[in-house]
């Protein structure tokens, strides 16, 4: 298996611009978790997944930001109007079942900067 | 104050030498991970653990339930370990990891 796939690596865009980042889990894989680097608050859960259903966005930011899972190999994550302070590292991890017992594999993240 | 804590926070460290990375949290845990992050890197899962001990290559995790503390121990340390090593639990019935901050490490050839 290919692993986590994420895209796009790096993203440089305009403060008000729309963000879309993108994620393959890892086939059979039912679980999946959105999570964000900085420097100052290190890696935060966004928003995770079971079964293509999301359980708990409590670390979505704010409104701006939105996460879906249209099927079992696909998830996006997106800002809307994206902000300087979204500046990240954003990262998408896939787990096989549903309890909190199985390995997480990540992806290799995709770095956001917003002018 | 953050319920999972790391020591030493940065370690330098020549090569060869036997690295030991500790973390210690407060709450009741169903899992205990060993990430490790090269500059600039993805994460990797390193190890997974609830009790006893887990033993990979080089990499040795240990984890004391009772006295909530893990460490992550590296024999004969080669500059391709430098990297920052993140430990995070999850509780029962919780998805959610909670981080430390992280151990920068760098050995030195």
């Known amino acids: 298996d290919a692993g986590v796939i994420q895209s796009p690596r790096h993203e440089v865009t305009e403060m008000g611009q729309e963000v879309t980042l993108r994620c393959k889990p890892i086939?059979?894989?039912?679980?999946l978790f959105w999570y964000r680097q900085t420097m100052m608050r290190g890696l935060e859960l966004l928003i995770y997944?079971?079964?293509?259903?999301?359980?708990?966005d409590s670390g979505m930011p704010e409104d701006r930001f939105s996460a879906k899972m249209p099927n079992a190999s696909f998830s996006t994550l997106k800002i809307q109007p994206s902000e300087p302070r979204d500046s990240a590292v954003y990262f998408c991890?896939?787990?096989?079942?549903?309890?909190?017992?199985?390995?997480?594999?990540f992806g290799e993240g995709s770095r956001l900067t917003v002018l | 104050k953050n319920e999972v804590e790391q020591s030493p926070q940065n370690l330098t460290a020549q090569e060869g030498e036997f690295i030991t990375i500790n973390c210690s949290y407060s709450?009741?845990?169903?899992?205990l991970h060993w990430l490790q992050q090269h500059p600039g890197g993805g994460i990797v899962s390193l190890f997974m653990?609830?009790?006893g001990k887990k033993k990979h290559g080089r990499l040795i995790a240990t984890i004391n339930i009772q006295e909530k503390h893990s460490s992550l121990h590296i024999t004969a340390s080669h500059p391709r370990d430098s990297a920052v090593y993140i430990c995070?639990?999850?509780?029962?019935?919780?998805?959610?990891?909670?981080f430390g901050t992280g151990t920068r490490l760098t050995i030195i050839p």
């Open positions: 653990l609830s009790s």
């Open positions: 086939s059979g894989h039912n679980s």
């Open positions: 709450v009741g845990i169903s899992a």
């Open positions: 995070a639990v999850s509780s029962f019935g919780n998805e959610k990891l909670t």
């Open positions: 997944f079971n079964n293509n259903v999301p359980i708990d």
């Open positions: 991890a896939s787990r096989q079942g549903s309890t909190n017992t199985g390995e997480l594999f």
